[in-house]
Nanobody, 128 residues
Framework: DVQLQASGGGLVQTGGSLRLSCVVS????????VGWFRQTPGKGREAVSC????????YFADNVKGRFTISSDNDKRMVYLQLNSLKPEDTAVYYC?????????????????????WGQGTQVTVSS
């Protein structure tokens, strides 16, 4: 089965850190791009960070640059999002998503509608 499974959310204080994990199954890992998106009630999903497994290109939203990093462990088929210096406005449900044939896309897509495989969300709550 093709699926993504996200985990690692939780409750942290302002300035704290979390690491989100996304395990990918059923896809050719080297051929995909994986993105992390977040959503708050009443708002659409916004891209946080994306990583192409094909060429390593990345995308970061302006409001997370310098605070969040994205990485992968190809052997474990995992993509990680390290969240540092968390702020209350980072509170959201975080989703990982993927699309195949990353070789065909440059730069990497950051629009949610370009991602066709989605995992369940994981809640991140940052208290002030």
């Amino acid at each position: 089965d093709v699926q993504l499974q996200a985990s690692g959310g939780g409750l942290v204080q302002t300035g704290g850190s979390l690491r989100l994990s996304c395990v990918v199954s059923g896809l050719s890992f080297g051929d995909i791009a994986v993105g992390w998106f977040r959503q708050t009630p009443g708002k659409g999903r916004e891209a946080v960070s994306c990583l192409s497994m094909y060429d390593g290109s990345t995308y970061f939203a302006d409001n997370v640059k310098g605070r969040f990093t994205i990485s992968s462990d190809n052997d474990k088929r995992m993509v990680y999002l390290q969240l540092n210096s968390l702020k209350p406005e980072d509170t959201a449900v975080y989703y990982c998503a993927a699309y195949s044939r990353a070789i065909l896309t440059s730069p990497i897509y950051d629009a949610p509608e370009m991602y066709d495989i989605w995992g369940q969300g994981t809640q991140v709550t940052v208290s002030s």
